[in-house]
């Protein structure tokens, strides 16, 4: 039965005018497991916590969870019913592309491109200032090692990746059992060891009491003061919002998925899901370990640190630590996979400078090993030029759910029109509502995140946007018009296309049998 599915994966695969060349060895535990490392709730959840905290307080953290958790599932209704109807790496700018024309396409996949590089970028800043705080000064590390110490780990994980799905899927899938184990043992001995200041009782009404930390009380988390409570909380919400991004892996390794079609989905939604009640779990026993709210506001982006230090005996202490380490290295290792597909898939539809390059597979690992490397190499070089972990936690937030959003807008104008084929994953009349309603969310989302003092950002993003258009420009009339070759982006293949490419799909696959023998 198991072979059938591949076939009909493969079958399907054809169809779309692609050859099945990854490995398709992933089931649905591993296609769930990559996204939900990606999310890492022990990585984003625990490093972001300054965010909360020193926004709204306790309530910031709880209610926070709730609501980004909710707007985080919407937008994985709309991922979701697109990745079923079309199980594609690269799946975003490939839906954008097909629902939403080339240049629609084209913005999405830079977007997306961006937003995972950043993303990267931010997980492995954030895992060195995790072992600083926990490990450095046993091992002599300081703050001046952190581009040192983010380029070796990176290597690592594009060295892991090169070697096969298979080799990542076996520490992905380890590590979203040790995720789930580590937010429980973190919850429990949080609730377990720690009371109040007094060692009395919990102040459970802490959870849900709304305070303003913002400015100089947030240890430098938020230098602005903001007077207007309803936005001290929404800066809270980049806690949850930052956290509950990467959930894309599930699209991006659909051709390395069995039953991609209904897998894909539930990895996509699932991931989020379980993220969120989790998260909510330990951050909820966080807050109510906190021995005082004030200092740790103060405490800023080391607010982890100060509860458990005050809180957990040494031993359980530092076995957190390395639990926690542990999920975040391998949290970066996910999203290098994710990079890699993202960078192979666009440069397989001549999206790229290199196309040829970035888009040939190891006809002995299956996997893109040019498009592994380059994706690590471009997330060490944006670690050195926004060495802030702030600043690039707020870029790739706002270019994922760029990226995230835009294909659901152009399905919501395509849907019953030129898209009438829905995928097993259908969720019917529903998906245009959830399409409004996600566009909202993201655009109040970017508002938010653009805020003192991540404001830097905007200017990111002025010169991402100002480039990109000049490079579709380039290529698209510019180049042409000086009567130079220009390579366009054709988008995903269509119709007559599909058909003329079914012989060199054939040789491709037969050429990469060929060299596993």
Request: net charge neutral; charged share 10%; with cysteine.
């Amino acid at each position: 039965m198991a072979g059938q599915d591949v076939d009909d994966d493969v079958k399907t695969l054809h169809s779309m005018g692609y050859a099945q060349e990854l490995s398709r060895s992933m089931g649905q535990f591993s296609n769930f497991a990559i996204s939900f490392s990606i999310i890492c709730i022990l990585s984003g959840g625990i490093n972001s916590l300054g965010q909360g905290v020193a926004s709204a307080g306790g309530a910031s953290v709880t209610f926070g969870w709730i609501i980004g958790g909710l707007c985080a599932l919407l937008v994985t209704f709309g991922m979701a019913q697109i990745a079923s109807a079309f199980p594609t790496a690269g799946g975003l700018y490939h839906w954008s592309s097909i629902l939403g024309g080339r240049f629609w396409g084209w913005l999405t996949a830079w977007f997306n491109l961006f937003g995972l590089i950043t993303v990267l970028a931010a997980i492995n800043v954030g895992t060195f200032n995790f072992f600083l705080g926990s490990f450095g000064p046993q091992f002599g590390v300081t703050a001046e090692h952190q581009l040192l110490f983010v380029g070796l780990m990176t290597a690592s994980h594009a060295l892991i990746n090169h070697m096969g799905i298979k080799a990542t899927t076996r520490l992905t899938d380890f590590s979203g059992y040790l995720i789930l184990f580590g937010a429980v043992l973190l919850a429990g001995s949080l609730f377990y060891f720690a009371g109040n200041d007094a060692g009395e009782t919990r102040d459970f009404g802490r959870m849900i009491k709304f305070e303003n930390y913002t400015g100089d009380a947030s240890g430098g988390v938020w230098p602005t003061r903001f007077e207007n409570m309803w936005m001290v909380f929404a800066v809270g919400l980049l806690l949850p919002i930052y956290t509950l991004t990467g959930y894309d892996a599930s699209a991006h390794t659909s051709e390395e998925t069995k039953s991609a079609a209904i897998n894909v989905p539930k990895g996509i939604i699932n991931s989020v899901l379980y993220a969120s009640i989790f998260a909510l779990l330990f951050s909820v026993a966080f807050v109510l370990a906190i021995p005082d709210m004030a200092e740790a506001a103060k405490a800023g982006w080391g607010v982890f640190f100060y509860v458990l230090d005050a809180q957990i005996p040494a031993p359980l202490r530092y076995l957190i630590y390395a639990i926690v380490f542990v999920a975040q290295y391998i949290c970066g290792l996910a999203t290098v996979t994710s990079v890699s597909r993202m960078i192979f898939a666009f440069a397989r539809d001549k999206g790229l400078p290199l196309s040829s390059v970035w888009a040939k597979i190891s006809p002995k690992w299956r996997t893109p090993v040019a498009a592994i490397w380059v994706g690590s190499a471009l997330a060490v070089a944006f670690t050195a030029y926004a060495k802030l972990y702030g600043l690039i936690a707020v870029s790739c937030v706002i270019a994922l759910y760029f990226s995230y959003v835009m294909p659901t807008i152009a399905g919501f104008f395509a849907y019953g029109k030129t898209w009438t084929k829905m995928g097993p994953w259908d969720i019917g009349g529903l998906y245009k509502v959830v399409a409004v309603v996600v566009t909202i969310l993201v655009a109040i989302i970017i508002y938010v995140g653009i805020q003192p003092p991540n404001d830097a950002a905007v200017t990111v993003f002025k010169w991402f946007i100002g480039t990109t258009i000049v490079v579709w420009a380039s290529i698209e009339w510019i180049l042409p018009a000086l009567g130079m070759k220009s390579a366009k982006f054709q988008g995903p293949p269509t119709g007559a296309s599909i058909e003329a490419r079914a012989k060199a799909i054939e040789e491709a696959e037969k050429a990469l049998n060929a060299a596993l023998k």
